[in-house]
């Protein structure tokens, strides 16, 4: 066997390496090797609406059936903005709806708990960060103003709930709700308003 050595740097020991490796290079496909449409035929929608009430649907049976969890509730409100790109992405003549009345289904639920007096401050606070982003993607995204008109009405909602606009029972909200607050009323925050 015949070793070269030419290729390595001359601090490296050559019979370490006994033989010269050639550099990797990056990955080169050829254009026709890659998909140039997806069939939408193949794509199942997504239905944040029917993810929602099955999700607590199943969380209700492993408990009482009296008790929402809000562990789950927390889990659902947090997948609100990817619901809304792929529920309106992917079947855009029903996404709007499917989306919307997963989301209006959950701050209905966190409505109840709060009128229960069951509504932890983490549930509040998800839900307001769930309306946020939401928000800024309907800012950014063509097409989603009817999707902004919700998360408006749903935040409206939220903030009937507050002490003050900046406190629930007493104890401060994160600054989703200052932020949230001040999209639904149309006022402009800047950075230094937000502490």
Known sequence: MTTTTSS????VDPHLF???IPPVGP????LSSLPVSIDSAQITPTDYGAFVTKTLA???RDTDSNTID???LRNCLSLASSFLMTDTTIDPQFGVITWSTGLVRLVDLVIVLHK???LELE???CASKACSECWTATGNWRGLAECRQCVREVGEKLKKILDNDKTYKGIEILVYFFLLTSLITGQRIYSSDAR
Not at 27 to 30: A, V
């Open 8 to 11: 390595m740097p001359a601090e």
């Open 18 to 20: 006994p033989i010269d």
């Open 27 to 30: 990955l080169f496909l050829p």
């Open 58 to 60: 199943r969380g209700k």
């Open 70 to 72: 809000q562990k789950i």
């Open 116 to 118: 229960r007096d069951e």
């Open 123 to 125: 549930t509040l606070s």
